[in-house]
């Protein structure tokens, strides 16, 4: 009988970490339109929660076990996941601009039509990452993988990629424009989907081994100085 309650998803209440601490047992739990603005989650263990339409504004959930977590069209700017396990967890829809994910576990995390505008990825590890329809304007990416993904509608521009890893990443209707991507790698992949608009060549030979368009080449050589004629 007890399970069968705590089936039950909690809607429309305004909840802090006692709240939370006392929600937290062997069924993962749902909240539904619930005010989570500046709570204190950090190292709870949220394993396979899923929030709808929450207010997570500023809330803290450093160091906490939330894989498999669904958080969908929940609002989160300036949330700190840092150093959480996000592995197998789905972020659908939502705000999460100026986010911290630093040193975050983000092992087969999918990431779809969500705004990340200024989200710090920095040091955070990432196999089998999904994104689609994401705005990762001006977000820090240093020394991130993309390898081997498919990167569909995904707005990188400004972003922070030095040192990423882009072999044989395709992509897809995405902007890499005036990004940093010093040190990346791009063997193998496929740029002819990519806004490659203002990047600053200062190695030329970071492309390599990449595909372009014929437009994509007139942009960089004039990136170069040179004019394409």
């Known amino acids: 009988m007890d399970d069968l309650f705590a089936s039950q998803p909690i809607a429309g209440a305004t909840l802090a970490r006692s709240d939370i601490e006392r929600l937290i047992g062997k069924v993962p739990r749902t909240l539904i339109d619930c005010d989570l603005e500046q709570a204190d989650l950090s190292g709870l263990d949220l394993t396979r929660w ?77 196999m089998h990452i999904h994104f689609e329809e994401v705005l990762l304007v001006s977000a820090k990416l240093p020394g991130f993988s993309f390898r081997k993904e498919a990167l569909r509608r995904v707005d990188l521009s400004g972003a922070d990629l030095r040192k990423g890893d882009f072999r044989m990443t395709v992509f897809e209707d995405c902007s890499l424009r005036e990004a940093m991507v010093a040190g990346s790698r791009f063997e193998g992949s496929d740029l002819r989907g990519a806004d490659l608009g203002g990047l600053r060549l200062v190695d030329a030979r970071l492309f390599r081994g990449a595909t372009i368009s014929r437009e994509q080449a007139g942009q960089l050589l004039g990136e170069l100085g040179l004019n394409v004629r």
């Open 50 to 126: 899923r929030f709808e339409r929450c207010n997570l504004r500023r809330s803290d959930l450093a160091g906490a076990k939330l894989e498999g977590t669904v958080w969908q069209g929940c609002r989160g700017p300036f949330a700190n996941f840092s150093g959480a396990n996000l592995s197998e967890a789905e972020f659908i829809g939502g705000d999460w601009n100026n986010c911290a994910m630093r040193r975050a576990t983000l092992t087969s995390t999918r990431f779809t039509g969500s705004k990340l505008t200024g989200a710090d990825f920095t040091e955070a590890r990432a």
